[in-house]
């Protein structure tokens, strides 16, 4: 289902202030670190029922993890989506406009409602008389549009310094994984997560370590939660992306089948050509109009919808193979996500051979493992020919992660790996170069290491919106 026509807010007849959304989009960039120490969001709540407790008037799901997210909830909607719901989707971060955070049906919001709406939750935030930070402000514009455009469920990122959707009482949680470059905080890092896990939610994670589920259920059961059984396979996505993607596709699958056959159970009507709705088994054998039916009309297999499913999240995580050379956009910036970039760039070579190879590191993570890193790498390239580029990044507002890596520096401890490096001025020259050293139609050029350089390869293309 397609939404053809974005409802607007009703605040846009009131008398109060009328930003443009230029102005809307000017305050968002500002307030990024205003009131960041309400973790207990008291304030967020008195601006939740100044517009009509709109977090409980909304199915919600919560995707929660160290990586995967945005993939998990973009495998969700469509798969809830198949089953006849209006599905919500509220991404983190965005690369170019803010507009990619909101999206109804796999569509972004338009101009004019993020501008309404926009309005609508700065006025009643003015009323108020409270300072909100720009990420509780896109929130509650979430909920708002979703509840607006009658969503029958929204889907929802969180992250540790970005709590704001846990206002809502989540039907599901989900956990994709969680992962430290310190392993002695994994624990402590569990334990801050499932903080937004409340009494009576289904808690589903597609962690692999036994110890860290064990962990999990401890805390879940301990809140009166529904701990569900963890992701134990893949699903059967194409051919590379099965190993890359897999679990998060899993974990998408389950969080659809346990909406659809548990929360929406009792009052649901079986879907005709439905995916996930278990239905009753029939006593004795089909008749033979049933067997002609089922000829005529094959129903659908869950295998055949992850073969036929976009394997990537546009833009952001996607194998550009029709430029030339191939590119790979990789927002990897902790050293789990590395490694299974790597991986992947592995995979595609045994599927065809590269002339060439260049990874583009441009990265922002003050935390991350350098020594671990700079062995993944030495790893990756006694086994794959290629070469590093790093260049220093440029800060986005609204995106996570702290100031650019020495470039320099950085490239100098990768070349004491006896890994072929050098360092690039910015992200241009970096990409120049990277283009002349592969070939042009069988090489492949890599970009990676935070959002912010994806966010450049879109600028140096001149790309103004997704």
């Not at 607006?148 to 994709?176: F, G, Q, R």
């Not at 890359?244 to 009052?267: F, S």
């Not at 394997?311 to 490694?339: G, H, V, W």
Request: include cysteine.
């Amino acid at each position: 289902m397609k939404i053809n026509k974005q409802v607007g807010s009703s605040s846009a007849v009131t008398p109060e202030k009328q930003r443009s959304y230029n102005e809307i989009v000017e305050f968002l960039d500002a307030h990024w670190q205003t009131n960041r120490q309400d973790v207990q969001l008291n304030n967020l709540k008195q601006l939740d029922k100044a517009l009509g407790s709109v977090s409980q008037k909304t199915n919600t799901i919560l995707v929660a993890g160290s990586n995967g997210k945005s993939l998990t909830v973009n495998f969700t909607a469509p798969l809830l989506q198949a089953e006849g719901l209006t599905v919500g989707a509220f991404y983190m971060p965005h690369l170019l406009t803010y507009n990619e955070r909101f999206a109804i049906n796999k569509e972004h919001i338009s101009n004019k409602a993020f501008t309404d709406f926009g309005n609508e939750v700065l006025n009643a935030a003015k009323d108020l008389n409270i300072e909100f930070n720009s990420f509780e402000i896109l929130t509650m514009m979430a909920l708002v549009y979703f509840q607006a455009n009658n969503v029958d469920v929204a889907l929802l990122e969180v992250s540790k310094l970005y709590n704001a959707p846990t206002i809502c009482n989540a039907k599901i949680t989900a956990i994709t994984r969680i992962t430290t470059d310190d392993a002695s905080k994994t624990e402590l890092a569990i334990a801050d997560m499932l903080e937004l896990v409340k009494p009576g939610t289904h808690v589903i994670s597609a962690d692999q370590s036994k110890l860290s589920l064990q962990t999990m259920l401890t805390i879940v059961e301990s809140k009166g939660a529904t701990w569900e059984m963890p992701i134990r396979k893949l699903a059967q996505l194409n051919y590379p992306f099965e190993q890359l993607h897999g679990r998060c596709a899993a974990l998408a699958e389950r969080i659809a089948q346990i909406y659809v056959n548990t929360i929406l159970a009792k009052d649901s009507v079986v879907v005709s050509g439905s995916l996930l709705t278990k239905q009753k088994g029939q006593r004795g054998r089909p008749t033979l109009e049933a067997k002609r039916q089922q000829e005529l009309n094959p129903r659908k297999t869950i295998e055949q919808f992850w073969k036929e499913t976009e394997a990537t999240l546009p833009a952001r995580f996607q194998l550009l193979d029709k430029e030339k050379p191939t590119i790979l956009l990789d927002n990897a910036s902790n050293l789990d996500a590395f490694e299974n970039l790597l991986l992947g760039i592995r995979l595609l070579y045994y599927q065809r051979p590269l002339k060439g190879l260049t990874l583009i590191i441009g990265c922002n993570n003050a935390d991350l493992n350098m020594l671990d890193f700079l062995k993944a790498l030495r790893y990756f390239f006694k086994k794959t020919s290629g070469q590093v580029i790093v260049c220093p990044t440029q800060l986005v507002v609204g995106q996570h992660g702290a100031e650019s890596w020495d470039a320099e520096k950085v490239t100098n401890e990768i070349k004491g790996m006896k890994i072929k490096a050098k360092s690039a001025k910015n992200f241009a020259e970096a990409f120049e170069a990277a283009q002349k050293s592969v070939d042009e139609r069988n090489g492949l050029v890599v970009i990676t290491g935070s959002s912010a350089i994806i966010t450049e390869y879109w600028q140096h293309k001149d790309i103004k919106k997704l």
